[in-house]
């Protein structure tokens, strides 16, 4: 899938969530809905950063694009070190480590921590970097357009005044955890969520996505998980533009709907 499709899935998958929470007696505070929202459509374009030119290798610049090259270069190593007989040879580490179940728990918890550890500045710095993202995956064509700079400054914006609504008493920094010590743990939920509909979406383009590695599946550990062969289709086809990006839009709205009680 292209970078809009993704952030759309990430999004109204959170939204989802959001109904279910709140059909199951633990409705979410409306700005961890939209918190949570935002997370998870940028971080529904995270694990394309073993791809050069995905939407994220330009998110930030020389950094991000460096970052991505070393990404790349991880992954195929890590590919060639555990791939199995019926793997193919492979140039590049593109849709392996980074779209797997793995990752993205490690990435999910790994924020968590760091979001519960690592006070305001570490939730700014989390929230600041999927902003960015969620403009870059959400108001692509406008964020094309624009300066770096301009994409950043509402980045920084947006995290800044989200980042004190949530610490107000009842907004939701301690949604779901509510132990002593665990404000902003939930942060990690929407991060792990947006990496797994990335590959799911992913899985369901011609070339499939590993997501279950590192289990085995015949004689493949990267079997490229996907619907039968005729119901897939190529990144950013007509399937993926016309169909399923206006449906992402139908059920986030339901989703979202749900969430506050509404249907």
Aim: aromatic residues 8%.
């Amino acid at each position: 899938m292209m970078g809009p499709a993704h952030s759309l899935s990430g999004a109204a998958a959170w939204l989802g969530v959001g109904a279910a929470a709140a059909a199951a007696g633990r409705p979410m505070p409306w700005p961890v809905l939209v918190v949570g929202a935002l997370i998870c459509a940028g971080a529904a374009l995270a694990p394309d950063l073993d791809h050069k030119s995905a939407t994220i290798s330009r998110a930030f610049g020389p950094f991000s694009r460096g970052l991505c090259e070393v990404i790349d270069k991880i992954s195929y190593a890590v590919y060639k070190a555990t791939k199995m007989q019926g793997d193919p040879r492979r140039s590049g580490g593109h849709r392996t480590l980074t779209h797997t179940w793995l990752w993205a728990v490690l990435i999910g918890a790994g924020t968590a921590v760091l979001a519960m550890t690592g006070g305001r500045w570490a939730v700014l710095a989390i929230l600041f970097v999927h902003m960015v993202l969620a403009v870059e995956g959400l108001l692509w064509r406008a964020a094309r357009v624009s300066s770096d700079v301009l994409v950043w400054l509402l980045g920084a914006t947006s995290a800044w005044i989200l980042a004190d609504i949530l610490h107000k008493a009842g907004n939701g920094s301690d949604w779901l955890f509510t132990a002593p010590g665990q404000e902003y743990l939930w942060l990690g939920l929407p991060i792990v969520l947006g990496a797994i509909v990335h590959d799911i979406g992913d899985a369901l383009t011609v070339s499939g996505c590993p997501v279950l590695w590192p289990i085995p599946i015949g004689r493949k550990r990267w079997y490229p998980v996907g619907p039968p062969k005729a119901m897939r289709f190529r990144a950013g086809s007509w399937v993926e533009l016309k169909v399923l990006m206006p449906v992402f839009m139908l059920l986030g709205g339901a989703g979202c709907l749900g969430a506050l009680g509404i249907i």
